[in-house]
Structure formats: C-alpha cells, structure tokens
C-alpha cells in the first residue's frame, strides 16, 4: 500500500504547531505498519537553509494562466527511511507567509496543483504511484478537486486537525486554478461577493474525513449548524446517500523525539525511576536562568492565539498568586495574546516569566522542569502538549475538550476541569496543588502519566484499516 501524505509543515523541517509533528512522525509510525509511505511538503527558504536537499527532477505547472516551474527536493525523514519531498517555487513557494497574508490562498493553490503533477512525475520517472494521498487541514484541502477535475480516480483523505482554520478565500482563486465555479460545491454566493472555503472543498471532495480525536469528532457533529464543517459533512453525506465516514483517530508522539531518559536537549536526562532527580536538576538550572526561587513551577506552552484559553490564565491569576509557585510561559502568536502573556509578566515579576518566541529547545526543557502544565483551552482538536508533559513526568491541568478529554484520567494522570469556567480551573488548580505537598500520591500520579502509552502505535493501525477499507471498497 502506497500512501502520499500532503502537508505544509513537517518536523523537523519545518513546524509551527502539533500538524508539524503528527506530519514528522505518523509516516514512520505507518511504516512500522507495512505502508510505503512519502510525505511531499514546501520548500521553503527556511527549510532549504537548515536542510539543503538534492535536487532530483523538475515539473511544470500551470497557474493563473501562467507556466511556472516547480523543482522537486528528496530527503529522509531522520531516523527513518520515509522519503521526503519538498517541491521549490520562488514566486509561490519559497517564503512562509504570515497567517494575515492573502498570499497564503494562492500559494496553498499553487501547492496543490503541483502535488497532483508531483504524483504524475512519479509514477512516471520513479515508479512510484500513490494509491491514496492523504491530505492534511485545509493547505492541501483542494487536492481531491484538482484530482477530480482531471478525471484522476485517485482515492483522498482529509484530515482535519484544526476546524477553526478552513481558508475562506475568494473564488478568483478557482479561475487562477482553472477550475469552473459550478465544479466546487461550497461557493458562497453573496450579493458581491464570492466565497470559496477550501476546507469544504476538500470535505466535498475527498472520500472519507477524519479529525484527530473522538471526543472532537463528536463535538464537531454535535455542533449542528453552528459550524459550517457540520452542514458540509451532512450535505455530502445527503448527496451521496449514504452514511459517510468521519472518523476520529487520535494522535500520538513521536517517542525518539519526546523521550525524557535520551534528550540531549535537557540538563539532566531521566527515566521513571530517576525523575524525581532529574526533574529537580532541569528545574534547578532553568529557575536560576529565569532568576525565580526554588519552588512549585507551572508552566504554558503553545501558540498564543484565542483557542489556547490564555484569557483564562489572566482571570485566574489572583489565585495562582496565592499558591507560592513560579509560572512560565513560552509562545508566540497573535499580537493580542502575546501583549496578554506580556502583560502577565509585567504585572506580576516576583513569579511570571513569559517568553514571547518559538524555541524548540526551550521548549523540550521547559516540559522537563515544570511540575504541573496548563492548558486551559476553549477546544483542543487532539493536543499534543499534554501527551508530552506526561511523558517527562509534568502533570496536565487541562479544560474538558476534544482530544484533552480523551487522553488525561481526571485524578490518575493529570486534571480536567470544566471547559472555560474560571471558578473551576480555580478549583481544580487547588486540588492539583494540595494533592503535590502529599508526596505519595503526587508519585502515583507522575508514575502514571509517565506510564501512559501516547505511542503512534495503535493510531498507525486504525490509519491502516481504514486505507485497507477505502482501497478495498474503490477496487
Ligand atoms: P497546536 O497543534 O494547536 O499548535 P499541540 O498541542 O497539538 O497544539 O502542539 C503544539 C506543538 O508545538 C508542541 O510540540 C509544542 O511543544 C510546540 N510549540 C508550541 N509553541 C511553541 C513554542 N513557542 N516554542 C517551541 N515549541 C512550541
């Protein structure tokens, strides 16, 4: 079985967020399961700097009426034997736009025509013929209408890992695409203006969606009309007259990368039984870093944008303030959260430390030294941070959504509390504070979120399944 993942970012090419990791790790994952699996992603001047590839071949594509030329890379996944592809375009395809830029549209475009050339190239020059592409969140969400339009019987999933971003652009970027308005579905006829949404296109399009937990895919039907990806899934499943699948698989972590007993990243590496130490010597170094005292460390990871609850944070300040504890953030994101996570920092210097920037080694030390992590997100798809914290022994304080619902036992492994209400992120946050001074059960609960398994594992199986049921029902 041969599967072509699509994606914009890759780890450790290049990563913004969790898409960046699922689409580093979950290829290797399949591989382990038998699937020949390759990954084709931008290449960017921000990859090609850190990573120079070879240049193997070259195609042509034509967009917005244009020819343009579009050179193909080819590098491993490290680690692994995952072949890479990342495909080069000065005008389209060599810088990363900023999430404002209405760049982004044309360039996700232009990406996805040039991922269905990519596949004619192979199957041509390399032999190689996908038997599915799996694409990933919107950025590659038009692949299954451009395989259509070209009358191209190639099988697609969609996965989508975040609902809140599903790149509404203008229909011009059809005719820049060559695609006639009456082959996209989710056209927005307004009195002036047209609206296209990439993400329905690609729901339309493919044959089967999936989203990145159960608990999520549940929140997303249950949404109803609320959210348009509920009437887009309900239309198709309409049209098509039949029960639609859309499942969710929950993702895991990358157990090479994130493995507290051999990250060269930390201070002092430790394993299950070396925690308590090895904590204490990570923590030790950080908080003399950041000039904070020795004492209990809550720590914010993530981008700093609404979903992530930091206005949660702010609200619940008086109490954390009371708790004789340090808190570290680290993020970067929107202006207005990031003046939020300032503001924090400004506000209260004896015990807040914000870091405003992306730093993935300070990340992996951050996770290693806090004691308790909060994620007081309004929804989280899947989530990866929490996964991640447990695995170096940091207990999650997290709100009661999507995949946090599905990966902490509320008391065993970490803490829930009910999703955006302040008085019980309070509540909770006692709890978790007051169970820490009790160094027994405070041992039981690192154990176990140490021992709880977030491999790729049992995800990579139910991926299997799944292609091995839409390849079987297509032949
Ligand atoms: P999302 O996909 O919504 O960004 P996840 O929890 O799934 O959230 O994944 C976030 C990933 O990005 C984790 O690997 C986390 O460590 C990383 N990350 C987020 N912000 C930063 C940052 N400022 N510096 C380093 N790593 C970060």
Redesign the pocket.
């Known amino acids: 079985m041969k599967i072509l993942f699509a994606a914009y970012e890759c780890?450790p090419f290049f990563?913004?967020?969790?898409?960046?990791?699922?689409i580093g790790s979950l290829p290797i994952a399949l591989q382990k399961e038998a699937i020949d699996v390759a990954v084709v992603m931008p290449y960017y001047d921000v990859v090609n700097e850190a990573y120079p590839q070879k240049k193997i071949g070259e195609i042509q594509i034509v967009f917005h009426g244009k020819l343009a030329t579009v050179g193909i890379y080819r590098g491993k996944l490290p680690g692994s034997r995952v072949t890479i592809y990342f495909l080069r375009n000065k005008q389209y395809m060599a810088i990363v736009n900023a999430a404002v830029s209405k760049e982004k549209y044309k360039e996700f475009a232009f990406f996805s025509i040039a991922i269905v050339e990519l596949v004619f190239w192979l199957t041509e020059t390399q032999k190689w013929k996908p038997d599915l592409i799996h694409c990933h969140d919107w950025h590659t969400a038009l692949v299954p209408l451009i395989l259509k339009k070209h009358l191209i019987a190639l099988p697609t999933v969609l996965t989508i890992?975040?609902m809140s971003h599903q790149g509404t652009g203008s229909t011009g970027l059809l005719d820049m695409m060559h695609v006639d308005d009456q082959d996209a579905k989710v056209i927005k006829r307004g009195e002036r203006i047209y609206e296209l949404n990439i993400l329905g296109e690609g729901i339309f399009h493919s044959d089967v969606v999936t989203t990145v937990s159960e608990t999520y895919a549940q929140e997303i039907l249950d949404s109803k009309s609320e959210d348009r990806i509920y009437t887009y899934l309900k239309r198709k499943e309409e049209e098509q007259g039949k029960r639609f699948i859309f499942q969710g698989i929950m993702?895991g972590i990358d157990y090479t990368v994130w493995d507290p007993a051999k990250d060269d990243l930390l201070q002092a590496p430790y394993t299950m039984q070396t925690y308590e130490v090895g904590k204490l010597k990570n923590k030790d170094v950080l908080l003399k870093k950041l000039q904070l005292p020795d004492r209990l460390t809550f720590c914010f990871?993530?981008?700093l944008v609404n979903?992530?609850g930091i206005d949660l944070i702010s609200k619940a300040m008086d109490t954390i303030a009371d708790f004789d504890c340090n808190i570290i953030l680290?993020?970067?994101g929107e202006k207005k959260t990031e003046e939020a996570v300032r503001l924090l920092a400004k506000k209260y210097p004896s015990f807040v430390r914000a870091?405003i920037?992306?730093?993935?080694p300070?990340?992996h030390q951050l996770?290693a030294a806090s004691d308790f992590i909060l994620?007081p997100s309004h929804f989280?798809?899947?989530?990866?941070?929490?996964m991640?914290a447990m695995r170096y022994g940091t207990i999650p304080i997290a709100s009661k959504t999507g995949g946090l619902v599905d990966s902490i036992q509320h008391g065993k492994n970490g803490f829930l509390f009910e999703n955006g209400s302040v008085s019980d992120f309070r509540d909770v946050m006692k709890k978790a504070v007051h169970l820490y001074q009790d160094k027994k059960k405070r041992h039981a609960m690192i154990t176990s979120a140490m021992e709880t398994d977030f491999s790729w594992k049992k995800s990579a199986i139910s991926y299997r399944e799944l292609y091995t049921k839409i390849l079987g029902e297509r032949i």
């Open positions: 780890a990563k913004k967020g969790g898409l960046g990791d699922v890992h975040n993702n990871i993530g981008r979903q992530k680290l993020g970067e870091e920037f992306y730093n993935e300070y990340s996770f994620i989280e798809p899947c989530g990866l941070i929490q991640i």
